[in-house]
């Protein structure tokens, strides 16, 4: 799989988003110039944990988000990330023989574009540093379906190109609303992720059921993973906290 069939792909995605805008709202180009007044910054901080027979690996970091235009902003993040053992789907190491972990940082920048309320394309450019040091592509695609009714679906998708190993990842989820209050949704759903190329050569794949609540008050979310792939059985856990200021 290479990188230029996933920008094909995000290209694709755009025009899409643009499409499903101009159907929902027909607002000309006043959204992509109109600078937006108040201004909206966010930070947002992660942590992810992943285990498998064959990959074990924990990350974190902040993402701080720009409003630029109605439908356009700046986006970067800064990641720190530790490798256990072996390598993954979202690994840009290739394999050694050591036992000890393998510590490296991402940091990103890129620009995001909201073309109707509740989907987001973001590309993002970003450089490893560490025990992994080369260049990383990325390009995420989150869409939030039927918004009026009492089970709102989403669809998100992101993808990953790591020059060091030359793997390029896809990763996809499919959640639903299952249960809402004032103060939290509950989100049921499946994901899973493909990747190949590069030190992996042909195509792994893994997935299986997601469970996700997101609390209104703290901008909390947490969500689990567990399935069955390429790395044998494996569970994966994210916890964010999101923090809003107009300016």
Excluded: C
């Excluded at 108040?38 to 993402?63: C, I, N, Q």
């Excluded at 630029?68 to 053992?85: F, N």
């Amino acid at each position: 799989m290479r990188p230029l069939r996933f920008i094909r792909m995000a290209i694709l995605l755009v025009a899409i988003s643009a499409g499903m805008s101009a159907a929902v709202d027909v607002q000309s180009s006043s959204g992509f110039l109109e600078m937006q007044n108040p201004g909206r910054f966010s930070l947002r901080f992660f942590g992810v944990g992943y285990g498998a027979g064959k990959y074990g690996t924990t990350h974190g970091g902040l993402e701080l988000d720009q409003t630029i235009t109605r439908d356009v902003g700046i986006v970067a993040r800064a990641i720190a990330y530790q490798v256990y053992h072996g390598t993954g789907f979202d690994s840009p190491l290739t394999p050694v023989n050591r036992s000890s972990p393998r510590n490296f940082g991402l940091f990103q920048g890129g620009a995001s574009y909201s073309p109707v309320q509740g989907t987001t394309f973001t590309l993002m450019g970003g450089y490893n540093v560490g025990d992994a040091d080369a260049p990383v592509f990325e390009n995420d695609f989150s869409s939030w379906l039927w918004l009026q009714s009492r089970h709102p679906v989403n669809l998100a998708y992101s993808t990953s190109h790591y020059w060091q190993n030359g793997v390029t990842n896809g990763l996809l989820d499919f959640r639903m609303v299952a249960f809402s209050t004032g103060r939290l949704l509950l989100l049921l759903g499946a994901g899973g992720a493909i990747w190949g190329g590069g030190s992996v050569g042909q195509d792994k794949g893994q997935g299986g059921p997601d469970l996700g609540v997101f609390l209104h008050e703290w901008q909390v979310s947490i969500d689990l993973q567990a399935g069955y792939g390429s790395s044998r059985t494996y569970g994966m856990m994210s916890l964010s906290r999101s923090f809003g200021w107009d300016e």
